[in-house]
């Protein structure tokens, strides 16, 4: 398509939907896009110089009659000003709450100054299936998705739940996650499993945000059946609220020293590239980008079978889906995929699957619903 300039609004934080949204954005500018983040602070992946990209800073000033600093009217005058001063051409949220209303807020403004702007909204998950349904959100969320001009969900799953939980009287478009396979791939990195996993144990691997919704008291609870059955170690990468809990639970089940917490991390496909497994028991997940990193480092997957996870996890091939917390199904599966005879085919299939969310397959998803919104505008000008 031509090269447009976009607005790109997000959480700019370690989550799935920063990080979708910033490698977007950064797909984007390679592509010749001028693209213009809009955050309160620097996304965390928004790592690279390139002259088509821009960062632009939410500032919000509280005063003392506010006990909540209303973040979404300066993220709303933010957006107006950007939209002006750099003449975007659309504007893509990412997440519902409150990027879509904003987003709402900042169109409407502009149209009393005679510039229309297309709003496109992209579900993540969370957004909808959990905080959006919530009655004192649901009534903004349901507004701001039917008043946007495009709304992207990342699965299939997500989009037919947004239907189910909304009332929603216009098209949802369902554009998975993706991946950047020049990033992560599989490295060489046979001194760092060696000092790992010095007796060539089984290495385990669990990367999330560890809030609730990912159920890490599983994950302990699956590794510890693995640890019972053969030498291994777990890797928990990423931090939350449940950490402290998953902490005491390893030290409760005398694991604690073939576990390890290492916090947020960076390169996370250095870790991936020596791993043997990956464990996502998710209560709820819209799709699992984490899951798909792995695969991409040709990683297998024990996952439960919520949300998205069975567009993503082919059962038997790139590893198995269970019931959400059936951890001793988890544990037999996971066995399974770890027996030496079965490893290697798991892994190839992994990359196998990876391969089908390449970015380059995925960014002319998004491109054509970019053109698709800015027809009505062309028509205008
Ligand atoms: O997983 C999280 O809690 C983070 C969350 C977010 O919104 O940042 O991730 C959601 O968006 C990702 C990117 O689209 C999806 O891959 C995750 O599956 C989704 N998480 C959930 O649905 C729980």
Do not use: W
Request: aromatic letters at 8%; one cysteine or more; proline letters at 5%.
């Amino acid at each position: 398509m031509e090269q447009i300039k976009i607005g790109i609004v997000c959480y700019p934080t370690f989550g799935g939907s920063g990080v979708v949204a910033t490698e977007l954005g950064k797909a984007l500018a390679k592509e010749g896009h001028k693209v213009h983040f809009i955050t309160y602070s620097q996304p965390t992946r928004l790592d690279f110089l390139n002259e088509n990209l821009f960062y632009h800073e939410v500032d919000f000033h509280t005063y003392p009659l506010f006990e909540y600093p209303p973040y979404e009217l300066a993220l709303a005058s933010k957006m107006v000003s950007v939209v002006k001063n750099e003449k975007l051409d659309l504007l893509h949220v990412h997440y519902a709450i409150p990027h879509a209303s904003a987003a709402y807020m900042a169109k409407q403004i502009l149209k009393t100054e005679g510039i229309f702007i297309p709003v496109v909204t992209t579900l993540h998950g969370t957004d909808i299936t959990l905080v959006g349904k919530d009655a004192s959100y649901e009534p903004v969320v349901t507004f701001s998705i039917n008043q946007s001009d495009g709304v992207t969900a990342v699965s299939a799953d997500l989009r037919r739940e947004t239907f189910e939980h909304f009332k929603i009287t216009r098209d949802i478009d369902v554009i998975p996650n993706f991946i950047d396979l020049d990033k992560f791939k599989k490295q060489k990195k046979d001194h760092f499993k060696k000092a790992i996993c010095p007796n060539g144990e089984a290495l385990i691997v669990h990367t999330s945000n560890f809030r609730k919704v990912k159920r890490i008291q599983d994950v302990i609870s699956i590794f510890a059946n693995i640890h019972d059955a053969m030498p291994a170690k777990l890797l928990m990468i990423g931090d939350g609220p449940e950490r402290s809990r998953a902490e005491s639970q390893s030290k409760e089940l005398n694991i604690e020293h073939d576990v390890r917490f290492l916090g947020k991390l960076e390169a996370i496909e250095e870790v991936l590239s020596v791993a043997d497994l990956f464990l996502m028991p998710s209560e709820k997940e819209s799709f699992g980008l984490a899951a798909l990193e792995a695969m991409a480092c040709e990683v297998p997957i024990i996952s439960s079978n919520a949300g998205g996870l069975p567009e993503l996890n082919i059962h038997g091939v790139t590893g198995f889906m269970s019931n959400v917390g059936d951890v001793e199904d988890m544990t037999k599966n996971a066995l399974y995929v770890l027996d030496k005879n079965h490893l290697p085919a798991f892994k190839e299939n992994a990359l196998k699957r990876a391969k089908d969310f390449d970015i380059a397959n995925i960014l002319p998803l998004y491109e054509k619903v970019y053109e698709r919104v800015l027809t009505p505008t062309r028509a205008m000008a």
